[in-house]
């Protein structure tokens, strides 16, 4: 089966390191702060300006002055730092964000990035991506693996404008947990169930499959 939401969230989590400052896109990787293993420090920063978020609010803690980069309710932990979005930007476009999680529409087997614009659809627009990508070392996508007709989202080349060339190196999907090595796209895990056949049918970039492929595991 493919992974949730939640359990792509949860993934993403296991990647997260002690100390790491962290930026979470719009979307499911919003849905990180929830899956931030106990006792690990993280900072988490949006680029409306908040740096350390916490989980999402319950209904007696929402504040509606307090949103994430997608004006979602969040929550504050404790040192945490509110500062306006030009500070929140020097932040990121100085190299001082250690993983950034972001959504995408198209990626391709170069690690190039398509995330801001569909032609003819409205779309929120560019957001902070396009810093984000340019700013950071070390980034994961997670996205769905095909589109609702079943198009593949892993591309030999994207068709869609890029927000980012190059820049990609991990992708999560609700299928596979992949690896952008050499112009290929390498598989390193599955979701629970999935079978390695589909992901290659619905992989239209050139795939590397080891001979092996593990399951992901979940607590």
């Not at 997670?142 to 593949?152: I, Q």
């Not at 169930?193 to 593990?214: M, N, Q, R, Y």
Request: with cysteine; charged share 20%.
């Amino acid at each position: 089966m493919a992974l949730t939401r939640e359990q792509m969230a949860q993934r993403v989590a296991g990647e997260l390191k002690d100390g790491f400052y962290v930026n979470l896109g719009i979307g499911i990787p919003t849905l990180v702060a929830n899956y931030v293993p106990v006792g690990m420090e993280v900072m988490l920063q949006s680029e409306n300006g908040l740096l350390g978020m916490g989980p999402f609010p319950t209904e007696d803690e929402i504040d509606p002055d307090m949103i994430n980069a997608g004006k979602q309710t969040v929550t504050a932990r404790i040192g945490a730092s509110i500062m306006d979005s030009a500070e929140a930007f020097a932040m990121i476009r100085g190299g001082h964000i250690d993983l950034t999680v972001l959504g995408a529409f198209q990626v391709d087997v170069l690690g190039n990035i398509a995330s801001w614009m569909v032609p003819g659809k409205l779309i929120k627009g560019m957001g902070g991506a396009m810093d984000l990508v340019a700013g950071a070392e070390n980034i994961i996508v997670t996205m769905t693996h095909a589109s609702k007709d079943g198009e593949s989202k892993l591309l030999q080349r994207c068709t869609l404008p890029l927000t980012g060339a190059g820049c990609i190196k991990r992708i999560l999907t609700d299928l596979a947990y992949l690896e952008i090595d050499q112009g290929a796209f390498v598989l390193k895990e599955r979701a629970p169930g999935v079978s390695v056949g589909e992901i290659v049918e619905k992989t239209a970039g050139e795939l590397v499959v080891p001979d092996h492929v593990p399951e992901m595991r979940f607590a």
